[in-house]
Protein backbone atom coordinates (compact mmCIF):
# COMPACT_ATOMS: atom_id res chain seq x y z
CA UNK A 1 0.00 0.00 0.00
CA UNK A 2 3.06 2.41 0.06
CA UNK A 3 2.48 4.65 -2.74
CA UNK A 4 4.72 7.80 -1.57
CA UNK A 5 7.83 8.60 0.23
CA UNK A 6 8.71 11.95 1.19
CA UNK A 7 11.60 13.93 -0.93
CA UNK A 8 13.48 14.50 2.29
CA UNK A 9 12.75 11.16 4.12
CA UNK A 10 16.47 9.81 3.12
CA UNK A 11 18.70 12.52 4.08
CA UNK A 12 22.18 12.66 6.42
CA UNK A 13 22.92 9.07 6.39
CA UNK A 14 26.75 8.58 5.79
CA UNK A 15 26.65 5.42 7.01
CA UNK A 16 24.32 3.66 4.63
CA UNK A 17 25.06 0.38 3.19
CA UNK A 18 21.78 -1.25 1.63
CA UNK A 19 18.52 0.13 1.08
CA UNK A 20 15.45 -2.29 0.38
CA UNK A 21 12.00 -1.55 -1.81
CA UNK A 22 10.07 -4.06 -3.13
CA UNK A 23 6.80 -4.68 -3.69
CA UNK A 24 5.34 -1.29 -3.31
CA UNK A 25 2.55 0.75 -5.42
CA UNK A 26 5.19 3.70 -5.91
CA UNK A 27 5.15 5.64 -8.88
CA UNK A 28 8.17 6.97 -8.55
CA UNK A 29 11.87 6.68 -7.56
CA UNK A 30 12.39 7.56 -4.07
CA UNK A 31 14.73 10.34 -3.64
CA UNK A 32 17.90 9.66 -2.20
CA UNK A 33 20.15 12.34 -3.70
CA UNK A 34 20.51 13.83 -0.05
CA UNK A 35 21.26 10.51 1.11
CA UNK A 36 25.41 11.45 0.82
CA UNK A 37 26.60 7.68 2.16
CA UNK A 38 30.20 7.72 2.61
CA UNK A 39 29.69 3.96 2.08
CA UNK A 40 29.30 1.20 -0.65
CA UNK A 41 25.51 1.29 -1.30
CA UNK A 42 23.32 -1.51 -2.79
CA UNK A 43 20.14 0.30 -3.87
CA UNK A 44 17.70 -3.07 -4.31
CA UNK A 45 14.07 -1.07 -5.97
CA UNK A 46 12.54 -3.88 -7.19
CA UNK A 47 8.96 -5.67 -7.92
CA UNK A 48 7.44 -1.97 -8.46
CA UNK A 49 5.85 -2.20 -11.20
CA UNK A 50 4.02 1.17 -11.18
CA UNK A 51 7.39 3.07 -11.57
CA UNK A 52 7.82 3.61 -15.03
CA UNK A 53 10.58 6.29 -15.33
CA UNK A 54 14.19 6.57 -14.29
CA UNK A 55 14.93 10.65 -14.40
CA UNK A 56 18.33 12.41 -14.93
CA UNK A 57 20.60 12.71 -12.08
CA UNK A 58 17.77 10.13 -9.87
CA UNK A 59 21.12 8.95 -7.84
CA UNK A 60 23.33 12.13 -7.68
CA UNK A 61 24.11 11.88 -4.08
CA UNK A 62 23.46 8.79 -2.81
CA UNK A 63 27.40 7.81 -1.77
CA UNK A 64 30.81 9.15 -2.81
CA UNK A 65 32.04 5.70 -2.99
CA UNK A 66 31.06 3.11 -5.55
CA UNK A 67 27.38 2.11 -6.01
CA UNK A 68 25.12 -1.15 -6.99
CA UNK A 69 21.64 -0.56 -8.37
CA UNK A 70 19.33 -3.26 -9.08
CA UNK A 71 16.36 -2.10 -10.40
CA UNK A 72 15.02 -5.19 -11.94
CA UNK A 73 11.26 -6.62 -12.13
CA UNK A 74 9.70 -3.07 -12.15
CA UNK A 75 7.50 -1.36 -14.89
CA UNK A 76 10.24 0.84 -15.96
CA UNK A 77 9.63 2.24 -19.62
CA UNK A 78 11.80 4.94 -19.70
CA UNK A 79 15.15 5.93 -18.63
CA UNK A 80 16.36 9.81 -19.55
CA UNK A 81 19.57 10.72 -20.52
CA UNK A 82 22.10 11.47 -17.69
CA UNK A 83 20.06 9.35 -15.38
CA UNK A 84 23.34 7.73 -13.73
CA UNK A 85 24.89 11.24 -13.69
CA UNK A 86 27.30 11.51 -10.54
CA UNK A 87 27.84 7.53 -9.40
CA UNK A 88 30.73 5.15 -9.52
CA UNK A 89 28.29 2.55 -11.07
CA UNK A 90 29.91 -1.25 -9.92
CA UNK A 91 26.70 -2.53 -11.26
CA UNK A 92 23.28 -1.71 -13.16
CA UNK A 93 20.82 -4.77 -13.18
CA UNK A 94 17.45 -3.71 -15.15
CA UNK A 95 16.85 -7.32 -15.89
CA UNK A 96 12.73 -8.24 -16.23
CA UNK A 97 11.73 -4.71 -17.20
CA UNK A 98 9.57 -5.95 -20.08
CA UNK A 99 8.72 -2.71 -21.51
CA UNK A 100 12.12 -0.99 -21.67
CA UNK A 101 12.67 -0.59 -25.15
CA UNK A 102 15.77 1.75 -25.44
CA UNK A 103 18.79 3.29 -23.27
CA UNK A 104 19.32 6.44 -24.63
CA UNK A 105 22.90 7.42 -26.13
CA UNK A 106 23.82 10.12 -23.43
CA UNK A 107 22.54 7.53 -20.56
CA UNK A 108 25.57 7.12 -18.30
CA UNK A 109 27.08 10.58 -19.48
CA UNK A 110 28.45 11.57 -16.18
CA UNK A 111 28.86 8.32 -14.43
CA UNK A 112 31.61 6.03 -14.09
CA UNK A 113 30.68 2.70 -15.07
CA UNK A 114 28.74 0.25 -15.27
CA UNK A 115 31.07 -2.12 -14.53
CA UNK A 116 28.27 -5.08 -14.72
CA UNK A 117 25.24 -4.13 -16.75
CA UNK A 118 22.43 -6.68 -16.77
CA UNK A 119 19.73 -5.79 -19.06
CA UNK A 120 17.94 -9.30 -19.86
CA UNK A 121 14.61 -10.03 -20.70
CA UNK A 122 14.01 -6.32 -21.56
CA UNK A 123 12.57 -5.06 -24.96
CA UNK A 124 15.83 -2.99 -25.67
CA UNK A 125 17.27 -3.27 -29.19
CA UNK A 126 20.00 -1.15 -28.90
CA UNK A 127 22.85 -0.13 -26.44
CA UNK A 128 23.91 3.54 -26.12
CA UNK A 129 27.04 4.79 -28.27
CA UNK A 130 28.74 5.96 -25.42
CA UNK A 131 29.73 4.56 -21.26
CA UNK A 132 30.05 1.07 -22.48
CA UNK A 133 33.79 1.27 -21.99
CA UNK A 134 34.47 -0.05 -18.69
CA UNK A 135 32.00 -2.80 -19.60
CA UNK A 136 33.58 -6.19 -17.81
CA UNK A 137 30.66 -7.94 -18.07
CA UNK A 138 27.65 -7.67 -20.24
CA UNK A 139 24.55 -10.13 -19.89
CA UNK A 140 21.47 -9.72 -22.35
CA UNK A 141 19.83 -13.34 -21.53
CA UNK A 142 15.79 -13.88 -23.25
CA UNK A 143 16.73 -10.46 -25.18
CA UNK A 144 15.26 -10.98 -28.45
CA UNK A 145 15.38 -7.51 -29.71
CA UNK A 146 18.87 -7.21 -29.31
CA UNK A 147 20.15 -7.92 -33.00
CA UNK A 148 22.47 -5.61 -33.08
CA UNK A 149 25.73 -5.13 -31.31
CA UNK A 150 27.68 -1.61 -31.22
CA UNK A 151 31.07 -0.77 -32.61
CA UNK A 152 33.30 -3.90 -30.62
CA UNK A 153 35.71 -0.87 -29.91
CA UNK A 154 33.57 0.20 -27.27
CA UNK A 155 33.63 -2.61 -25.13
CA UNK A 156 37.84 -2.36 -24.07
CA UNK A 157 37.25 -3.82 -20.81
CA UNK A 158 34.31 -6.49 -21.37
CA UNK A 159 35.55 -10.18 -20.54
CA UNK A 160 32.30 -11.52 -20.04
CA UNK A 161 29.08 -11.50 -21.76
CA UNK A 162 25.88 -13.54 -21.49
CA UNK A 163 23.75 -12.73 -24.91
CA UNK A 164 20.79 -14.07 -26.39
CA UNK A 165 21.91 -15.55 -29.90
CA UNK A 166 24.86 -17.29 -30.82
CA UNK A 167 25.55 -15.17 -33.85
CA UNK A 168 26.60 -12.46 -31.14
CA UNK A 169 29.42 -14.49 -29.83
CA UNK A 170 31.00 -14.77 -33.06
CA UNK A 171 31.81 -11.11 -32.65
CA UNK A 172 34.13 -12.06 -29.97
CA UNK A 173 35.48 -15.34 -31.18
CA UNK A 174 38.79 -14.25 -33.11
CA UNK A 175 38.46 -10.99 -30.79
CA UNK A 176 41.71 -11.55 -28.95
CA UNK A 177 41.88 -7.61 -27.19
CA UNK A 178 45.08 -6.60 -25.13
CA UNK A 179 43.29 -5.47 -22.46
CA UNK A 180 42.71 -1.71 -22.68
CA UNK A 181 45.01 -1.38 -25.86
CA UNK A 182 43.05 -0.81 -28.88
CA UNK A 183 43.55 -0.19 -32.83
CA UNK A 184 43.51 2.73 -34.25
CA UNK A 185 41.63 2.65 -37.83
CA UNK A 186 43.56 5.83 -38.90
CA UNK A 187 46.75 5.79 -38.66
CA UNK A 188 47.34 1.81 -38.36
CA UNK A 189 48.77 2.21 -34.82
CA UNK A 190 48.11 0.79 -31.80
CA UNK A 191 47.86 3.15 -28.72
CA UNK A 192 47.97 2.51 -25.18
CA UNK A 193 44.85 2.82 -23.33
CA UNK A 194 45.42 5.83 -20.74
CA UNK A 195 44.49 4.20 -17.45
CA UNK A 196 47.30 1.96 -18.46
CA UNK A 197 50.00 4.99 -18.76
CA UNK A 198 48.21 6.33 -15.60
CA UNK A 199 49.19 2.77 -14.24
CA UNK A 200 53.14 2.80 -15.85
CA UNK A 201 52.95 7.01 -14.43
CA UNK A 202 51.75 5.30 -10.88
CA UNK A 203 54.67 2.80 -11.01
CA UNK A 204 57.36 5.31 -11.94
CA UNK A 205 56.24 7.51 -9.10
CA UNK A 206 56.70 4.85 -6.68
CA UNK A 207 60.09 4.47 -7.80
CA UNK A 208 60.67 8.11 -8.03
CA UNK A 209 59.14 9.47 -5.16
CA UNK A 210 59.91 13.28 -5.60
CA UNK A 211 58.72 13.34 -9.02
CA UNK A 212 54.93 14.35 -8.50
CA UNK A 213 54.39 16.71 -11.58
CA UNK A 214 54.30 13.44 -13.77
CA UNK A 215 51.19 11.63 -12.00
CA UNK A 216 49.03 14.60 -11.51
CA UNK A 217 49.68 15.20 -15.22
CA UNK A 218 48.53 11.67 -16.45
CA UNK A 219 45.77 11.84 -14.48
CA UNK A 220 44.15 14.76 -15.65
CA UNK A 221 44.67 13.57 -18.97
CA UNK A 222 42.50 10.68 -18.30
CA UNK A 223 39.80 12.82 -16.29
CA UNK A 224 39.66 15.33 -19.49
CA UNK A 225 39.65 12.25 -21.79
CA UNK A 226 37.00 10.06 -20.00
CA UNK A 227 34.85 12.26 -16.61
CA UNK A 228 35.53 14.48 -13.79
CA UNK A 229 35.32 11.86 -10.59
CA UNK A 230 37.28 9.05 -10.82
CA UNK A 231 40.35 8.49 -9.49
CA UNK A 232 42.43 5.66 -11.38
CA UNK A 233 44.81 5.38 -8.71
CA UNK A 234 42.21 4.64 -6.04
CA UNK A 235 39.89 2.85 -8.25
CA UNK A 236 39.68 -0.57 -7.81
CA UNK A 237 41.66 -2.04 -11.23
CA UNK A 238 43.57 -5.04 -12.37
CA UNK A 239 46.55 -3.06 -13.70
CA UNK A 240 47.83 -6.54 -14.46
CA UNK A 241 45.28 -6.71 -17.27
CA UNK A 242 47.37 -4.11 -19.24
CA UNK A 243 49.80 -6.56 -19.99
CA UNK A 244 47.48 -9.53 -21.21
CA UNK A 245 45.65 -10.83 -24.22
CA UNK A 246 42.58 -11.48 -23.14
CA UNK A 247 39.35 -13.53 -24.43
CA UNK A 248 35.88 -12.56 -24.16
CA UNK A 249 34.04 -15.60 -22.79
CA UNK A 250 30.81 -15.41 -24.51
CA UNK A 251 27.53 -17.41 -24.12
CA UNK A 252 25.82 -19.29 -25.93
CA UNK A 253 28.10 -20.80 -28.21
CA UNK A 254 27.67 -20.60 -31.94
CA UNK A 255 26.45 -24.26 -33.07
CA UNK A 256 27.13 -26.44 -35.77
CA UNK A 257 24.58 -24.85 -37.89
CA UNK A 258 25.46 -21.13 -37.73
CA UNK A 259 29.46 -21.17 -37.64
CA UNK A 260 31.16 -17.73 -37.15
CA UNK A 261 31.50 -16.86 -40.84
CA UNK A 262 29.87 -14.91 -43.21
CA UNK A 263 27.09 -16.61 -45.21
CA UNK A 264 29.63 -17.51 -47.83
CA UNK A 265 31.90 -18.37 -45.95
CA UNK A 266 34.89 -18.18 -48.51
CA UNK A 267 35.91 -15.97 -50.74
CA UNK A 268 35.95 -17.84 -53.93
CA UNK A 269 32.51 -19.30 -53.07
CA UNK A 270 31.78 -15.36 -53.27
CA UNK A 271 33.11 -14.43 -56.65
CA UNK A 272 31.80 -18.02 -58.13
CA UNK A 273 28.19 -17.02 -56.97
CA UNK A 274 28.03 -13.77 -58.63
CA UNK A 275 29.29 -15.71 -61.70
CA UNK A 276 26.83 -17.65 -61.81
CA UNK A 277 23.80 -16.20 -60.83
CA UNK A 278 24.16 -13.72 -63.68
CA UNK A 279 24.86 -16.55 -66.07
CA UNK A 280 21.61 -18.50 -65.14
CA UNK A 281 19.55 -15.58 -64.77
CA UNK A 282 20.52 -14.03 -68.57
CA UNK A 283 20.26 -17.48 -69.87
CA UNK A 284 17.04 -18.52 -68.76
CA UNK A 285 15.38 -15.13 -69.61
CA UNK A 286 16.69 -15.31 -72.67
CA UNK A 287 15.18 -18.77 -73.90
CA UNK A 288 11.87 -17.79 -72.38
CA UNK A 289 11.88 -14.78 -74.06
CA UNK A 290 12.49 -16.68 -77.23
CA UNK A 291 10.37 -19.37 -76.74
CA UNK A 292 7.34 -17.41 -76.11
CA UNK A 293 7.94 -14.98 -78.44
CA UNK A 294 8.23 -17.34 -81.12
CA UNK A 295 5.72 -17.06 -83.98
CA UNK A 296 5.45 -21.22 -84.18
CA UNK A 297 2.97 -22.78 -82.39
CA UNK A 298 3.62 -23.40 -78.27
CA UNK A 299 4.30 -27.15 -78.83
CA UNK A 300 4.24 -29.83 -75.79
CA UNK A 301 7.94 -30.21 -75.88
CA UNK A 302 8.67 -26.27 -76.09
CA UNK A 303 5.70 -25.50 -72.93
CA UNK A 304 7.38 -27.62 -70.91
CA UNK A 305 10.94 -26.29 -71.50
CA UNK A 306 9.55 -22.60 -70.81
CA UNK A 307 8.58 -24.56 -67.27
CA UNK A 308 12.19 -25.60 -66.71
CA UNK A 309 13.59 -22.39 -68.14
CA UNK A 310 11.24 -20.72 -65.40
CA UNK A 311 12.24 -22.92 -62.09
CA UNK A 312 15.49 -22.11 -63.51
CA UNK A 313 15.42 -18.83 -63.10
CA UNK A 314 13.80 -18.91 -59.55
CA UNK A 315 17.23 -20.84 -58.69
CA UNK A 316 18.88 -17.80 -60.19
CA UNK A 317 17.39 -15.16 -58.51
CA UNK A 318 17.69 -17.02 -54.98
CA UNK A 319 21.57 -17.25 -55.94
CA UNK A 320 21.18 -13.37 -56.19
CA UNK A 321 19.70 -12.81 -53.12
CA UNK A 322 22.11 -14.97 -51.49
CA UNK A 323 24.70 -13.13 -52.89
CA UNK A 324 23.27 -9.68 -52.20
CA UNK A 325 22.99 -10.24 -48.78
CA UNK A 326 26.37 -11.59 -47.97
CA UNK A 327 28.03 -8.57 -49.92
CA UNK A 328 26.08 -6.57 -48.00
CA UNK A 329 26.92 -8.34 -44.29
CA UNK A 330 30.54 -9.31 -45.22
CA UNK A 331 32.49 -9.05 -41.60
CA UNK A 332 29.68 -7.98 -39.87
CA UNK A 333 27.16 -11.29 -40.39
CA UNK A 334 27.08 -11.08 -36.46
CA UNK A 335 25.50 -8.20 -36.53
CA UNK A 336 22.52 -9.17 -39.02
CA UNK A 337 21.95 -12.91 -38.93
CA UNK A 338 19.12 -12.52 -36.62
CA UNK A 339 17.36 -9.89 -38.42
CA UNK A 340 18.05 -11.98 -41.82
CA UNK A 341 17.11 -15.47 -40.02
CA UNK A 342 14.43 -14.18 -38.86
CA UNK A 343 12.74 -12.10 -41.13
CA UNK A 344 10.38 -12.38 -44.22
CA UNK A 345 13.71 -11.93 -46.53
CA UNK A 346 15.48 -15.63 -46.21
CA UNK A 347 11.69 -17.20 -45.72
CA UNK A 348 11.52 -15.58 -49.63
CA UNK A 349 15.01 -17.27 -50.30
CA UNK A 350 14.02 -20.10 -49.16
CA UNK A 351 10.34 -20.11 -50.06
CA UNK A 352 11.88 -19.72 -54.08
CA UNK A 353 14.26 -22.21 -54.39
CA UNK A 354 12.48 -25.03 -52.88
CA UNK A 355 9.77 -24.17 -55.15
CA UNK A 356 12.19 -23.78 -58.15
CA UNK A 357 14.15 -27.08 -57.41
CA UNK A 358 10.79 -29.19 -56.62
CA UNK A 359 9.46 -27.59 -59.96
CA UNK A 360 12.45 -28.32 -61.75
CA UNK A 361 12.83 -31.83 -60.99
CA UNK A 362 9.09 -32.26 -61.74
CA UNK A 363 9.41 -30.96 -65.01
CA UNK A 364 12.12 -32.82 -65.56
CA UNK A 365 10.32 -36.61 -65.26
CA UNK A 366 7.54 -34.84 -67.24
CA UNK A 367 10.35 -34.16 -69.55
CA UNK A 368 11.48 -37.58 -69.41
CA UNK A 369 7.68 -39.35 -69.79
CA UNK A 370 6.81 -37.68 -72.22
CA UNK A 371 9.55 -37.97 -74.79
CA UNK A 372 9.38 -41.57 -73.73
CA UNK A 373 5.64 -41.72 -74.82
CA UNK A 374 6.28 -40.38 -78.07
CA UNK A 375 9.06 -42.09 -79.34
CA UNK A 376 7.66 -45.30 -77.96
CA UNK A 377 3.97 -44.72 -79.50
CA UNK A 378 5.90 -42.79 -82.51
CA UNK A 379 2.54 -44.65 -84.59
CA UNK A 380 0.28 -44.10 -82.67
CA UNK A 381 -1.39 -40.74 -83.46
CA UNK A 382 -4.37 -41.10 -80.83
CA UNK A 383 -2.16 -41.78 -77.87
CA UNK A 384 -0.32 -38.68 -78.80
CA UNK A 385 0.38 -36.46 -75.36
CA UNK A 386 -1.66 -33.53 -76.27
CA UNK A 387 -1.06 -29.85 -74.90
CA UNK A 388 -3.98 -29.57 -72.37
CA UNK A 389 -2.49 -32.68 -71.58
CA UNK A 390 0.65 -31.05 -70.66
CA UNK A 391 -1.51 -28.00 -69.23
CA UNK A 392 -3.00 -30.35 -66.82
CA UNK A 393 -0.10 -32.27 -65.47
CA UNK A 394 2.02 -28.65 -65.14
CA UNK A 395 -0.73 -27.54 -62.56
CA UNK A 396 -0.36 -30.00 -60.59
CA UNK A 397 3.50 -29.53 -60.68
CA UNK A 398 3.16 -26.07 -59.83
CA UNK A 399 0.56 -26.82 -56.92
CA UNK A 400 2.79 -29.52 -55.51
CA UNK A 401 5.97 -27.37 -55.77
CA UNK A 402 3.93 -24.02 -53.74
CA UNK A 403 2.88 -26.28 -51.18
CA UNK A 404 6.18 -28.33 -49.98
CA UNK A 405 8.13 -24.61 -50.25
CA UNK A 406 5.24 -23.43 -48.31
CA UNK A 407 5.16 -26.04 -45.62
CA UNK A 408 8.57 -24.59 -43.36
CA UNK A 409 7.14 -21.02 -43.22
CA UNK A 410 4.06 -22.97 -41.07
CA UNK A 411 6.62 -24.60 -38.92
CA UNK A 412 6.77 -27.54 -41.15
CA UNK A 413 10.85 -27.19 -40.82
CA UNK A 414 12.18 -23.98 -41.12
CA UNK A 415 13.91 -21.45 -43.14
CA UNK A 416 15.61 -19.79 -40.29
CA UNK A 417 17.98 -22.81 -39.09
CA UNK A 418 20.97 -21.67 -41.44
CA UNK A 419 22.35 -18.35 -42.98
CA UNK A 420 21.47 -19.83 -46.46
CA UNK A 421 17.94 -20.15 -45.48
CA UNK A 422 17.58 -23.87 -46.43
CA UNK A 423 15.31 -26.63 -44.79
CA UNK A 424 17.23 -28.06 -42.63
CA UNK A 425 15.95 -28.07 -39.19
CA UNK A 426 15.41 -31.75 -38.40
CA UNK A 427 14.24 -31.37 -34.34
CA UNK A 428 10.76 -32.61 -35.12
CA UNK A 429 9.75 -35.76 -36.29
CA UNK A 430 7.20 -34.06 -38.66
CA UNK A 431 10.19 -31.52 -39.89
CA UNK A 432 12.76 -34.66 -40.24
CA UNK A 433 9.99 -36.84 -42.14
CA UNK A 434 9.29 -33.31 -44.40
CA UNK A 435 13.07 -33.30 -45.81
CA UNK A 436 13.05 -36.59 -46.08
CA UNK A 437 10.18 -36.75 -48.32
CA UNK A 438 11.90 -34.28 -50.45
CA UNK A 439 15.08 -35.87 -51.02
CA UNK A 440 13.92 -39.55 -51.44
CA UNK A 441 10.94 -37.78 -54.05
CA UNK A 442 14.06 -36.82 -55.86
CA UNK A 443 15.65 -39.27 -55.79
CA UNK A 444 13.10 -41.48 -56.83
CA UNK A 445 12.31 -38.97 -60.09
CA UNK A 446 16.17 -39.64 -60.98
CA UNK A 447 15.24 -43.33 -60.95
CA UNK A 448 12.58 -43.01 -63.04
CA UNK A 449 14.34 -40.62 -65.60
CA UNK A 450 17.32 -43.35 -65.95
CA UNK A 451 14.72 -45.95 -66.33
CA UNK A 452 12.92 -44.22 -69.45
CA UNK A 453 15.84 -42.98 -71.00
CA UNK A 454 16.96 -47.03 -71.25
CA UNK A 455 13.60 -48.14 -72.42
CA UNK A 456 14.34 -45.03 -75.09
CA UNK A 457 17.54 -46.17 -75.80
CA UNK A 458 16.73 -49.52 -76.92
CA UNK A 459 13.41 -48.59 -78.06
CA UNK A 460 15.50 -46.21 -80.99
CA UNK A 461 18.14 -49.39 -81.27
CA UNK A 462 14.88 -51.71 -81.93
CA UNK A 463 14.07 -52.12 -86.11
CA UNK A 464 10.92 -53.08 -85.36
CA UNK A 465 9.53 -49.53 -84.20
CA UNK A 466 9.34 -47.09 -86.41
CA UNK A 467 11.00 -43.81 -84.96
CA UNK A 468 11.60 -40.48 -86.68
CA UNK A 469 15.26 -39.49 -87.10
CA UNK A 470 14.38 -36.08 -85.08
CA UNK A 471 12.86 -38.32 -82.26
CA UNK A 472 16.44 -40.38 -82.08
CA UNK A 473 18.60 -36.40 -81.63
CA UNK A 474 16.02 -35.35 -79.45
CA UNK A 475 16.26 -38.65 -76.91
CA UNK A 476 20.12 -38.00 -76.91
CA UNK A 477 20.32 -34.39 -76.33
CA UNK A 478 17.78 -34.60 -73.56
CA UNK A 479 19.80 -37.74 -72.48
CA UNK A 480 22.40 -35.47 -71.55
CA UNK A 481 20.44 -32.65 -70.56
CA UNK A 482 18.92 -35.01 -67.87
CA UNK A 483 22.35 -36.59 -66.94
CA UNK A 484 23.82 -34.02 -66.57
CA UNK A 485 21.19 -32.02 -63.95
CA UNK A 486 21.52 -35.54 -61.59
CA UNK A 487 24.68 -35.66 -61.84
CA UNK A 488 25.21 -32.36 -60.31
CA UNK A 489 22.58 -33.22 -57.87
CA UNK A 490 23.79 -36.42 -56.66
CA UNK A 491 26.20 -35.04 -54.14
CA UNK A 492 23.69 -32.31 -52.68
CA UNK A 493 21.23 -35.42 -52.43
CA UNK A 494 23.80 -37.91 -50.86
CA UNK A 495 25.10 -35.43 -47.72
CA UNK A 496 21.85 -34.35 -47.41
CA UNK A 497 20.09 -37.69 -47.04
CA UNK A 498 22.97 -38.13 -44.43
CA UNK A 499 21.81 -35.32 -42.53
CA UNK A 500 18.60 -35.44 -42.42
CA UNK A 501 18.93 -39.02 -40.85
CA UNK A 502 21.21 -37.27 -38.19
CA UNK A 503 24.10 -38.42 -39.63
CA UNK A 504 25.77 -35.61 -41.01
CA UNK A 505 29.13 -36.51 -43.07
CA UNK A 506 29.56 -32.50 -43.80
CA UNK A 507 29.35 -29.45 -41.80
CA UNK A 508 27.50 -26.54 -43.03
CA UNK A 509 30.27 -24.73 -44.26
CA UNK A 510 31.20 -27.42 -46.72
CA UNK A 511 27.98 -27.72 -47.56
CA UNK A 512 28.07 -24.05 -48.89
CA UNK A 513 30.50 -25.51 -51.53
CA UNK A 514 27.92 -27.97 -52.79
CA UNK A 515 25.46 -24.90 -52.57
CA UNK A 516 27.60 -22.85 -55.04
CA UNK A 517 29.36 -25.18 -56.90
CA UNK A 518 26.82 -28.34 -57.98
CA UNK A 519 23.18 -27.10 -56.95
CA UNK A 520 22.92 -24.25 -59.72
CA UNK A 521 25.07 -25.98 -62.38
CA UNK A 522 22.05 -27.44 -63.78
CA UNK A 523 19.98 -24.38 -63.65
CA UNK A 524 23.09 -22.71 -65.90
CA UNK A 525 23.60 -25.71 -68.04
CA UNK A 526 19.80 -26.04 -69.24
CA UNK A 527 19.51 -23.14 -71.21
CA UNK A 528 22.34 -24.14 -73.74
CA UNK A 529 21.90 -28.05 -73.59
CA UNK A 530 17.96 -27.71 -74.42
CA UNK A 531 17.72 -24.49 -76.27
CA UNK A 532 20.47 -21.67 -77.13
CA UNK A 533 22.48 -24.85 -79.04
CA UNK A 534 19.74 -26.24 -81.09
CA UNK A 535 18.99 -25.01 -84.32
CA UNK A 536 15.38 -24.64 -83.65
CA UNK A 537 16.33 -21.94 -80.93
CA UNK A 538 18.56 -20.59 -83.62
CA UNK A 539 15.85 -20.30 -86.08
CA UNK A 540 13.43 -18.47 -83.24
CA UNK A 541 16.83 -16.18 -82.39
CA UNK A 542 17.19 -14.57 -85.69
CA UNK A 543 13.71 -14.41 -86.91
CA UNK A 544 12.87 -12.21 -83.46
CA UNK A 545 16.14 -10.27 -84.30
CA UNK A 546 14.24 -9.68 -87.71
CA UNK A 547 11.44 -7.74 -86.29
CA UNK A 548 14.18 -5.17 -85.16
CA UNK A 549 15.90 -4.69 -88.51
CA UNK A 550 18.81 -7.19 -87.62
CA UNK A 551 19.84 -10.45 -89.02
CA UNK A 552 17.32 -10.43 -91.81
CA UNK A 553 19.13 -12.46 -93.90
CA UNK A 554 20.12 -15.43 -91.27
CA UNK A 555 16.28 -15.04 -90.31
CA UNK A 556 15.17 -15.34 -94.24
CA UNK A 557 17.51 -18.41 -94.45
CA UNK A 558 16.50 -20.37 -91.50
CA UNK A 559 12.79 -19.23 -92.79
CA UNK A 560 13.41 -21.17 -96.01
CA UNK A 561 14.86 -24.13 -94.47
CA UNK A 562 12.17 -24.53 -92.55
CA UNK A 563 9.61 -24.88 -95.14
CA UNK A 564 11.75 -26.97 -97.07
CA UNK A 565 11.09 -29.28 -93.97
CA UNK A 566 7.50 -29.01 -93.46
CA UNK A 567 6.93 -29.54 -97.60
CA UNK A 568 9.24 -32.62 -97.77
CA UNK A 569 7.08 -34.27 -94.77
CA UNK A 570 4.07 -33.52 -96.44
CA UNK A 571 5.21 -35.34 -99.64
CA UNK A 572 6.50 -38.38 -97.78
CA UNK A 573 3.50 -38.79 -96.02
CA UNK A 574 1.34 -37.90 -98.28
Known amino acids: NLVYIDQDAFQQLPSLRYLLISNTGLRFLPA ?6 FQKVLLDIQDNINIRTIERNSFMGLS ?40 PNEVFQGANGPVVLDISRTRISFLPSHGLELIK ?22 IEANFTYPSHCCAFTNWKRQNFQFYSFYNFSTELHP ?58 KPDAFNPCEDIMGYNILRVLIWFINILAISGNIVVLIILISSQYKLTVPRFLMCNLAFADLCIGIYLLFIASVDIQTKSQYYNYAIDWQTGAGCNAAGFFTVFASELSV ?39 AFTVALLPIFGVSSYMKV ?39 FTVRNPNVISSNSDTKIAKRMAILIFTDFLCMAPISFFAISASLKVPLITVSKSKILLVLFYPINSCANPFLYAIFTKTFRR ?11 CEMQAQIYRTDTSSSAHNFHTRNG
Not at 84 to 100: A, C, M, R, V, W
Not at 137 to 156: G, H, I, Q, V
Not at 373 to 397: C, E, N, P, S
Not at 540 to 550: M, R, T, V
Open 32 to 37: VRKVLS
Open 64 to 103: SESVILWLNKNGIREIENYAFNGTYLDELNLSDNHNLEKL
Open 137 to 158: KLRARSTYNLKKLPDLRKFRSL
Open 195 to 252: ICSISQAKQDLDEQPGDKIRRRSAAEDYISNYGIGFDPVENEFDYGLCNEVVNVACSP
Open 362 to 400: YTLTVITLERWHTITYAMQLDRKVRFRHAVIIMIFGWMF
Open 419 to 457: SICLPMDIETPFSQAYVIFLLVLNVLAFVIICACYICIY
Open 540 to 550: DFFILLSKFGC
